[in-house]
């Protein structure tokens, strides 16, 4: 990084006086040391990122996905901008055919893929409210959050049906529809018509949206773009509210602090889902590279099996926790053949791996570290991600 240090003090402390307590200093990012970068008038809410993203980049790869076909998981499939843009406009649509308007709260539940973050920015063209359903509380909290946030409408994962319309789940009999990420079985439909909801397809609810367009309502800065809820450790889960302005002065925030790495973003850079998208984490991070016209592949849901992934997408960037990377050590099959090598080989190994981490912690990147290391060890091995982000 250019800058060498992560914090500076824009303001001394102050010791406490006629019983009130002390105040100790206040400390900045160094971009911000002589005041807050402004903001860009033009990019004031989340649909202005995305809309000003499909304009700039519209046959980027934006969403990736893995199929499983004849009994393993695929290549990445890939939506571009533009492709991922119609979706959107036709899952508005659709919303706004049943008459759903502005400010009504939209849930969406399951792990993370493209069709949830379609819904996600569906909601934010017509300046409606997008409320995770935390894909891990299970049905006591999502029932608490269907009835506490007054949703309508609840996108979900195929396999998250039974909890949502189980008897646990009492205040499911709001909803007006719910719509499956995927496709629907009769057993679905006919429980969720004996509740009065209407349920959609994925394919049926866009082909809605194509048979009754929509122009979309953008929401103005100040408007609530999502209620995330906490896990609730300590009592019923908590909304917390978050305006459009409070997602652009996030990611644009993103943006600068990126901006100080010598590696700088750019449009080939792929990030990793596999954090919860009902996290506020993993939401910025997807909307900065959207923002920036980069792509996002998600993982195919089975977290022991990340490093598959990681291995078929080739990421950039990469955001976890400890025992994520544990689980990507673990499989990382360049140990496994490590101890299948004759004792020579393997200290070779050793001696070309202490050679190219030398140079590595000199300052030299990865890539330039040792052309020799490379050339003798590393050929066949895929490169870790640029940035990794730890999440404690």
């Excluded at 934010?124 to 999502?142: E, K, Q, R």
Aim: proline content about 6%; glycine content about 8%; charged content about 25%.
């Amino acid at each position: 990084m250019s800058m060498t240090m992560f914090g500076v003090k824009v303001e001394e402390g102050k010791e406490g006086k006629n019983g009130q307590p002390s105040i100790g200093p206040v400390y900045r990012n160094p971009i911000s040391k002589n005041g807050f970068p402004s903001a860009d008038p033009d990019l004031s809410t989340a649909w202005q990122l995305f809309r000003s993203a499909v304009d700039k980049y519209p046959g980027n790869r934006m969403l990736g996905w893995r199929d499983f076909k004849d009994g393993k998981w695929g290549p990445y499939n890939w939506k571009t901008y533009k492709e991922a843009y119609e979706e959107i406009l036709q899952t508005g649509s659709a919303l706004r055919a049943h008459g759903i308007e502005p400010g009504a709260r939209i849930g969406i539940y399951g792990a993370n893929c493209p069709q949830w973050i379609v819904a996600m920015e569906a909601c934010s063209a017509h300046n409606l409210i997008c409320v995770p359903l935390y894909d891990t509380l299970g049905p006591g909290a999502v029932n608490f959050i269907i009835e506490h946030a007054e949703i309508d409408i609840v996108f979900y994962q195929d396999k998250k049906v039974k909890e949502l319309l189980n008897s646990e789940c009492t205040h499911a009999k709001r909803l007006k529809l719910i719509v499956s990420f995927t496709s629907l079985q009769q057993e679905e439909k006919d429980k969720a018509v004996s509740m009065n909801i209407k349920p959609y397809s994925w394919n049926e609810f866009l082909n809605m949206g194509k048979e009754n367009p929509s122009e979309p309502s953008p929401p103005q800065p100040l408007d609530i773009c999502t209620i995330m809820y906490t896990s609730g450790t300590s009592g019923e889960p908590k909304g917390v509210i978050l305006t459009h302005e409070n997602m652009t002065a996030s990611i644009t925030g993103v943006d600068h602090f990126m901006e100080e790495f010598e590696d700088k973003m750019t449009v080939d850079d792929v990030y990793i889902s596999f954090l919860p998208l009902a996290h506020i984490l993993d939401r910025m991070i997807e909307e900065f590279f959207f923002h920036r016209g980069a792509s996002v592949g998600y993982f195919h849901g089975n977290i022991n099996e990340i490093q598959e992934d990681m291995m078929a997408l080739k990421p950039t960037f990469l955001a976890g926790v400890p025992r994520v990377y544990e689980r990507v050590h673990e499989g990382m099959s360049v140990l496994k053949a490590l101890d299948e090598l004759n004792p020579f080989r393997r200290h070779m190994f050793h001696l070309l791996y202490n050679l190219k981490l030398k140079w590595m912690n000199l300052g030299y990147k990865h890539k330039y570290a040792s052309r020799l290391a490379d050339l003798l060890a590393f050929r066949k091995v895929v490169s870790f991600p640029n940035y990794v982000l730890t999440f404690l």
